[in-house]
């Protein structure tokens, strides 16, 4: 649910309670992430101010929200091309313009085994806020990639 309050948003949320949001946070999702055809319109909240990772928390469903990270936290290497049909689909003019972002899965009570999603990552046009998960070729990346090394 939302309400309105001097150009922000107060969204409730069953993570976060009662968040307030400026509309300007709002990313919306050309086309939903898979699996979850309800939801395109999302907000970042940080996780906290000492961590890099971030929750990419959705206004249509206050139980859906997913943890996300700059691949750079992940995996130094990864800088996957993307395609003009998507960068045509989100307006993005120039690379500084997108931002990409991996989803990742942390096994309830074992954050070491947490996993980040390199094949399909969301792109993000940081202007337009406009986004979409592109699926990348699964002959290169991983979509379990371990996040922390195994000893």
């Known amino acids: 649910m939302e309400a309105a309050v001097e150009n922000k948003t107060i969204v409730n949320t069953t993570r976060f309670g009662q968040v307030e949001i400026d509309p300007d946070r709002v990313v919306t999702l050309v086309a939903p992430l898979w699996g979850f055809p309800h939801a395109t319109r999302f907000f970042l909240q940080k996780h906290s101010n000492k961590s890099p990772l971030m929750w990419l928390q959705s206004l249509d469903d ?80 991983d979509p379990c990639h371990p996040v922390f090394e195994r000893h």
């Open 62 to 141: 206050p139980g859906l929200a997913f943890v996300v990270s700059p691949p750079s936290v992940v995996s130094q290497g990864y800088k996957p091309e993307v395609n003009d049909g998507v960068k045509s689909e989100l307006m993005i003019g120039n690379d500084r313009e997108m931002d990409i972002l991996l989803i990742l899965t942390v096994p309830g009570g074992r954050p070491q085994d947490m996993t980040a999603n390199l094949l399909a990552p969301v792109v993000i046009n940081v202007k337009k806020r406009l986004a979409r998960q592109v699926l990348l070729d699964p002959n290169r990346y």
